[in-house]
């Protein structure tokens, strides 16, 4: 199986690859069109900021590349969020996979701390994404912004309030937790994606 990891201006690409290595893919890391065209399974990852990145994707023409792929397609955190229609962080058009908005956690008391960041829990698994998943499971967050629950919500999470934890739509698939840090979990939720 090719698997091909987007590389662009975002950190957490590393830690992708390990996560992958240690399912046995040997992946490869590339900001190449046709070796991620080619690719049987795209990750799109990312640590950074919304509207530096997003500047840099449509610089390099991934913007356009990355919203026409036809293979599975898992955002990972930033991933996830520049799916999105537009993010909040730095008033940024993101790539519109997803026709919602990015928003800001604001507290509302002293004790909710942003970042979100830590170990939390997933409800209201709706996908093949979770196949196997038996009972409540702690993933590992790290994140100021997050996606309201919606029609492409396959997971939440609630810190403040109710979020999306997971999108899906046709092909594009994404998390806004980091299934590469996350455990046995993460472990599984990366095992699905493979085998869709």
Known sequence: MNVAIVKYNAGNIC???YALKRVGVEAVITDDKETLLAADKVVFPGVGEAETTMTHLRASGMDTLIKNLKQPVLGICLGMQLMCSYSEEGNADCLGIFDV???RFVPRKHEEKVPHMGWNTIDDLRSELFKG?????FVYFVHSFYVPVCDFTIATTNYIHPFSAALH???FYATQFHPE???AAGTRILENFLSI
């Open 15 to 17: 830690s992708v690859d």
């Open 101 to 103: 908005p990015v928003k």
């Open 133 to 137: 998943f038996t009972h409540e499971e």
């Open 169 to 171: 739509k046709d092909n």
């Open 181 to 183: 840090k996350s455990g």
